[in-house]
């Protein structure tokens, strides 16, 4: 069964930075695609960025580029989302989500899980 | 980046009632549409991938079509588990854009 378990979510000021987690289990971590996606409170999904099986391709949205990096530890089965000079808009749940293939840039790609999501709170 | 547009943003139909659900891109995407379903508190799960293709295990009440840069997601009969947030998402050209989703609720 494919679990998708996120962690790192918090309370952080404006500037500050945060590291989300998202452990992986039940398929072969490193064959496919992972991607973060955040919901504002009340809002609809916005995707944040995607990293390929071998984490050699890395996409952001334009909101996060130079902000946000993405990386992923296949040894661990954990990708992560390193957030740095953070701004009260980007208060979400932040979710982590299965590509359904090994590049997320290939357009037959598509959600096929998610995980549970970790609130992250930028406030002063 | 790809704009995805749904229309309408809110519904309200009672159970047995047969809904339809838009989303149209700002360019093509081919058929590289996908549909998510969010019940309240939970996360997104995948109803339709590439247009028209049903996830194992989601009910044949649900399809998708598309007809150039619109697409379309039915619901044949709403069933109660059905009231929910949909929402459309490309995956032509990253970013992965969504749809601003429409939300689905009991008349």
């Known amino acids: 069964e494919v679990q998708l378990l996120e962690s790192g979510g918090g309370l952080v000021q404006p500037g500050g930075s945060l590291r989300l987690s998202c452990a992986a289990s039940g398929f072969t971590f490193n064959s496919y695609g992972m991607s973060w996606v955040r919901q504002a409170p009340g809002k609809g999904l916005e995707w944040v960025s995607g990293i390929s099986g071998n984490g050699g391709a890395t996409y952001f949205a334009d909101s996060v580029k130079g902000r946000f990096t993405i990386s992923r530890d296949n040894s661990k089965n954990t990708l992560y989302l390193q957030m740095n000079s953070l701004r009260a808009e980007d208060t979400a749940v932040y979710y982590c989500a299965k590509y359904f293939g090994l590049i997320p840039a290939a357009p037959q790609n598509y959600f096929d899980y998610w995980g549970q999501g970790t609130l992250v709170t930028v406030s002063s | 980046d790809i704009q995805m547009t749904q229309s309408p943003s809110s519904l309200s139909a009672s159970v047995g009632d047969r809904v339809t659900i838009t989303c149209r891109a700002s360019q093509s995407i081919k058929n590289y549409l996908n549909w998510y379903q969010q019940k309240s508190g939970k996360a997104p799960k995948l109803l339709i991938y590439?247009?028209?293709n049903l996830q194992s295990g989601v009910p044949s009440r649900f399809s998708g079509s598309a007809s150039g840069t619109d697409f379309t997601l039915t619901i044949s009969s709403l069933q109660p588990e059905d009231f929910a947030t949909y929402y459309c998402q490309q995956s032509y050209s990253t970013p992965h854009t969504f749809g601003q989703g429409t939300k689905l609720e009991i008349k």
């Open positions: 590439i247009a028209s």
